[in-house]
């Protein structure tokens, strides 16, 4: 089950991308689900009357963090979707056609190296390509940025001594712009009435840097969730009839948030393999036996983050990137074309549960057949 969760900027955040110190710091454009769940799990502590020794104890705490049964998902400005490391805008105009490269690359044709926009009568743009960064969202009739505003805040070093500013100390620090709204989803397996009416309270939250000098407070919502996209049959087969005249069955697999899977010695690996999907399934083993990954888009990331209990920052992780994007294919005969786009749609959907590890601290999200490959207006 999906809940939705809403949370709305009551003062400036700051998640530092990466941790440390500096004069120059940056934030993140979205809160990962570990920040916030994290966050949420304090706050249950401080109204249940936990502490680090006791809270394992409680039954809801336990349901809610431990168990493994509730996923914290990113939060994404109003809700929009990280642009697929395949996507590729004109460098030039803004208003150009945004085009994605992961199914002509699927089909082997050759890659744009410039915008082919053309105005009436008049000529090409020829502008640069480049991979637009942040989210965007569909709106109906086509894509749309979806700005995150961030502001630059500074502040100086006070001397202990003098109580007076330090020379030469002074420091930046980005923040995200109070009164934004950012959304993500929580998905939850089997949790108790107690557990679940937990999660679904309206709170007050504190969340990244300085939140001692007011930064980072926050109000969490969270709704029941909406209906999903179109059902993934019709995605599977809408992708697949641009396939057919290949003589292959094919499907894509677009990550909302950052992935972790291995490798067999415990390295963090850069693409995601069949037997991945098929362990996020829950499908049988071999269910995609035959399937290749013919084309990908993906880059690496560095996850962090704080233990609260040790009162010490977590060991770096590398990650794949939210917004790679792979296609697996498969040379299937036409009289079984059907039948197993039909087997394909059976389990498939169930991989959006979350892909590789640390699915409750929001990693892994993914999208079989996103639209944005085969629908949306993007060649
Ligand atoms: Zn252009």
């Given at each position: 089950m999906k809940l939705e969760a809403t949370l709305w900027l009551e003062s400036p955040?700051?998640?530092?991308?990466?941790?440390?110190?500096?004069?120059?710091?940056?934030?993140?454009?979205?809160?990962?689900?570990?920040?916030?769940?994290?966050?949420?799990?304090?706050?249950?502590?401080?109204?249940?009357?936990?502490?680090?020794e006791t809270a394992h104890r409680d039954a809801v705490f336990q349901e809610l963090f431990l168990a493994g049964k509730v996923q914290f998902g990113d939060l994404r400005p109003e809700g929009g979707a990280p642009w697929p490391l395949s996507a590729r805008e004109c460098a030039r105009v803004d208003k150009h056609e945004t085009r994605d490269l992961l199914v002509k690359a699927g089909l082997g044709e050759d890659l744009p190296q410039e915008c082919d926009w053309e105005h009436l009568g008049d000529r090409r743009c020829e502008g640069k390509l480049k991979a637009p960064e942040g989210f965007y969202e569909w709106d109906g009739l086509g894509l749309k940025k979806v700005e995150a505003p961030v502001r630059l805040t500074g502040h100086t070093a006070i001397?202990?001594?003098?109580?007076?500013?330090?020379?030469?100390?002074?420091?930046?620090?980005?923040?995200?712009?109070?009164?934004?709204?950012?959304?993500?989803?929580i998905g939850i397996e089997e949790v108790s009435a107690e557990a679940a009416a937990e999660l679904r309270?309206?709170?007050?939250?504190?969340?990244?840097?300085?939140?001692?000098?007011?930064?980072?407070?926050?109000?969490?919502e969270v709704a029941e969730g909406r209906d999903g996209d179109e059902e993934i049959g019709e995605r599977l087969r809408r992708l697949n009839a641009l396939f057919e005249a290949k003589g292959k069955v094919v499907f894509t697999v677009t990550l909302r948030s950052p992935c972790l899977v291995y490798d067999e010695w415990l390295c963090t690996r850069s693409w995601l393999t069949t037997g991945d999907i098929e362990e996020a399934a829950g499908a049988p083993e071999g269910f995609l036996e035959g399937y290749r990954l013919e084309a990908?888009?993906?880059?690496?990331?560095?996850?962090?983050?704080?233990?609260?209990?040790?009162?010490?920052?977590?060991?770096?992780?590398?990650?794949?990137?939210?917004?790679?994007?792979?296609?697996?294919?498969?040379?299937?005969e036409a009289s079984q074309r059907d039948a197993e786009i039909q087997r394909l749609a059976g389990w498939l959907g169930q991989a959006e549960r979350g892909i590789g590890e640390r699915l409750e601290e929001g990693c892994g999200e993914a999208v079989v057949c996103d639209e944005f490959h085969c629908r949306r207006r993007v060649r």
């Open positions: 955040l700051s998640i530092l991308r990466q941790r440390g110190t500096g004069n120059q710091l940056e934030t993140l454009r979205h809160v990962p689900g570990r920040v916030w769940r994290g966050a949420v799990a304090s706050e249950i502590m401080r109204e249940r009357k936990l502490t680090t001397s202990y001594y003098t109580l007076r500013p330090r020379e030469g100390q002074f420091f930046t620090c980005e923040v995200l712009d109070a009164n934004l709204r950012l959304e993500g989803s309270k309206t709170r007050e939250l504190y969340l990244g840097r300085g939140s001692t000098r007011g930064l980072g407070r926050a109000r969490l990908w888009y993906s880059r690496m990331v560095t996850i962090s983050g704080w233990n609260a209990q040790a009162g010490l920052p977590r060991g770096d992780e590398a990650a794949i990137a939210a917004g790679a994007a792979f296609l697996f294919a498969k040379i299937v």
